[in-house]
């Protein structure tokens, strides 16, 4: 459960458009995958999340899909919106810890 | 419900200096977790509790210290404060479905 790689890093979008971000992990026995958003000087709030007996959730705007076979999940917002601009930051648990991605800058152009 | 709260918002340490930060939850949950976030980065996890009385390290524990004597209370200690200590700290509990709350967290700065 130590290794989760996030991509990208930064992400730019037109207002509008959609953006992915994805996350892969290394261990199998891993079973809950929440994404955050964090705001500048604010704590990581949770938008959503799946569990691995789950292929795909949504949730209005925001989807959250896993492939556990490849291990990599990812988050998926449409018709983006100036205020979606934050940090996105992936997450594994496994037991009892949680594993953090590095972060995506998501910025939404107007 | 207040949530979680964490005392103090902002703190500047001496090198060697030691404090405690506090963090307390009125959630009645059993999780509680101590995470550190540096510049552009992503969490880490220091310590983390599974129950009163009960505490484990994380991937980052070296340098720091907790206790949780009650279910509402998990505060960590930095004993000699260093450079490298520098972060914000973020205390967490959890409910019964993995739900993460975080507190406001605790910028540190240690020179």
């Known amino acids: 459960g130590e290794n989760v790689e996030q991509h990208p890093s930064t992400l730019s979008v037109q207002e509008g458009d959609s953006a992915v971000i994805k996350c892969t992990y290394s261990?199998?026995?891993?079973?809950?995958f929440p994404w955050y958003k964090q705001e500048l000087g604010k704590r990581p709030q949770l938008i959503i999340d799946?569990?691995?007996?789950?292929g795909e959730k949504k949730d209005q705007r925001i989807a959250v899909t896993l492939n556990k076979t490849a291990k990599h999940f990812s988050l998926h917002i449409t018709e983006t919106q100036p205020e979606d601009s934050a940090v996105y930051f992936c997450?594994?648990?496994?037991?009892?810890?949680?594993?953090f991605g590095t972060g995506t800058s998501l910025t939404v152009i107007p | 419900n207040a949530g979680v709260t964490q005392t103090p918002k902002f703190r500047i340490l001496k090198i060697g200096q030691s404090m405690t930060l506090q963090c307390t939850q009125d959630?009645?949950?059993?999780?509680m977790y101590w995470y550190r976030q540096d510049p552009g980065m992503g969490l880490k996890l220091i310590y983390y509790?599974?129950?009163?009385?009960?505490?484990d390290k994380g991937e980052v524990p070296n340098g720091y210290n907790v206790s949780r004597s009650t279910t509402e209370d998990f505060p960590l200690r930095l004993e000699l404060a260093a450079p490298s200590q520098t972060s914000v700290y973020f205390c967490?509990?959890?409910?019964?479905?993995?739900?993460?709350?975080f507190g406001p967290g605790t910028r540190l700065t240690v020179t």
């Open positions: 967490a509990s959890i409910s019964g479905f993995h739900e993460q709350y």
């Open positions: 509790s599974v129950g009163a009385g009960i505490t």
């Open positions: 959630m009645n949950h059993n999780y």
């Open positions: 799946i569990r691995s007996n789950v």
């Open positions: 261990d199998s026995a891993s079973n809950y």
């Open positions: 997450a594994e648990n496994t037991g009892n810890q949680f594993y």
